[in-house]
Every structure is written in C-alpha cells, then in structure tokens.
C-alpha cells in the first residue's frame, strides 16, 4: 500500500465509487505517521492482533507489517472487495464481514489465535466507542494492549483521576483492568472526512490482575455506579438510592472505612471504592 495522505483516501473512494457513510463511524485516518504511531503503540512484536474497522485498510496495512496474524472485523460489506485489493499483498491478513456488537469476542479470539494473548488496535466508529471498550473491558479478552483512536474527551475520561471533572464509573472501569496512556492527540483534519471534534490514541495496557482486590467484583461495580448515580449528590445519598440499606448503617459502613458520608463519589480513590465494596459485600450477605 502507497503512503497514506488524503489524496490516496480520496482517490480509493472515486476509484472505488465509495460514499462515507456518516452513520458508521466512517472518518478514515489520513496520515501516514499517526498510522505508524498506533500500529507501534499496540507492541504486537510478532504477536497476533484484532481490529475493530478496517475501512480501506490503512491500518491493517501497518498492523500485518508487524504481525504474525490480523483478524479485522468490518460490518460495511461494501467495504471487503476494496479491502481484498488494498491489502492483496498480504497472507496474514483475515476480513471478517462482521458486526463487532454482534461477535463474541472470546470465541473469536480463541479460534482465531489459540491459546495466544493478542492486542487489539481500531480508529474505532465514533457511534459506538463506549460499548465497544466497556465490552471488551469487561469481557475478560487475553489481551495485552489495546490500542484506540477515539474522541478526545472520551479519552479524557478514560484516564481520568479521582477529584476531576472527567472521573466517572468508566474511568473506575478502565483502570481497575488496564493502565491508560495517551499516545497523541489527532486533529480533526487528519480524518477523510473530518469529524467535528479532535480525537485522541489511548494505549491501555492490561494489568495482570485487577488494579484492586476485592472480595466481590460484582459489588465492586455496582457500588461505584452507585457513586456516580447521583452527580452533585453526598455519596451517602447516591448509596441509599441503590441499596437496600438504611442510611444509619451505610453511614456506620463507611465510616468504618474511613470515608466521609458527605463526601462525593466522585472524590473516591480505586482503593476507597474496593474497601468500600468490601464492607457492603460483608453486610448485604
Ligand atoms: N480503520 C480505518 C481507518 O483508520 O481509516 C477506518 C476507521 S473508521 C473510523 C471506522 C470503521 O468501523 C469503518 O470502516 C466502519 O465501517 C467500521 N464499523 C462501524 N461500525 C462497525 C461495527 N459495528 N462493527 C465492525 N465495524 C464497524
């Protein structure tokens, strides 16, 4: 494949009589350089990776440069006649005319890659970032990085700290599994055709164990949803919206653990929200 600019993007959509459908997500990466960025950011070293919309394959092309093997997931089946000519000169290469919400992705990966843990890597379709990145998070994937392109505040509040205005359950999420780093912000200007907001590379690397111990994941969730349930609200409030409990005993409960009833949830620390979870686990038993 050519190096990337927009003109290439261009010239394969007249060649190919492609429209961008905006209700797909479908802003193409244009530059060659943030194209390298994120292929070298997933740290595939030979390994195997999955992609999450390939487009025309530009970054495919970088990803199967580095690669023992791609699996790329692509829903637009107008896509793959393009995509089989893009990136004809590859054997490691596989196209799957696919909806990622709709694919299991555990099942993919253990067909796909073995026993293998891979890495994932997407300029990923606007429409549905956060789905896509709470299932895969939660989906308990053998991953070792994955590697997106998604809106910049979106990955603003993915890496998020306790205490800021961007802190929220997906920030709890994302660093109780991985740890998220920003590899560049990319002007809207870098996309064919450009988006109306800037966009942002996160690296989130997954952790080997969770960030936190805790003696029940489930109420581990649940307890910071609860948190952020109520914005502006005491952490008092949004705990007795959520739990059948009298507010007496939740205050009992955190000030057992050294949390202040009045405080915000969104002030709380991933070790705050596991000692937390930990007492109304033992309590709601
Ligand atoms: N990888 C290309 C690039 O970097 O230029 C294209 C990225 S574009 C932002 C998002 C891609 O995801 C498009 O190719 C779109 O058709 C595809 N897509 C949208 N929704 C999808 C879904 N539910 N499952 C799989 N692919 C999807």
Known sequence: MEF?????????????????????????????????????AAQIDGG??????????????????????VTALEIDDRLIPILNDTLSEYDNIKIINSDVMKTDLKSLINEEFGDERISIAANLPYYITTPIITTVLEGKLPLNNMVVMVQREVADRLRAQPGTKDYGSI???????????????????MFVPAPKVDSAVLRMRFRESPAVEVKDEGMFFK???????????????CLAANFAASKTDLTELMSSVGIDPRRRGETLSMDEFAALADVLTDFIK
């Open 4 to 40: 990337i600019s927009p003109a290439i993007i261009k010239r394969i959509a007249a060649e190919y009589g492609f429209q961008f459908k905006k209700g797909l997500g479908q802003n193409f990466l244009s530059s060659q350089e943030v194209l390298e960025e994120i292929a070298d």
């Open 48 to 69: 195997g990776v999955l992609e999450i919309g390939p487009g025309f394959g530009v970054l495919t092309n970088e990803l199967a440069k580095r690669a023992s093997k």
């Open 171 to 189: 920030s709890v999420l994302c660093q109780y599994y991985t740890v998220p780093e920003l590899v560049r912000i990319v002007p809207a200007g």
């Open 223 to 237: 307890t910071v949803r609860a948190a952020f349930s109520l914005r502006r609200k005491t952490l008092l409030n």
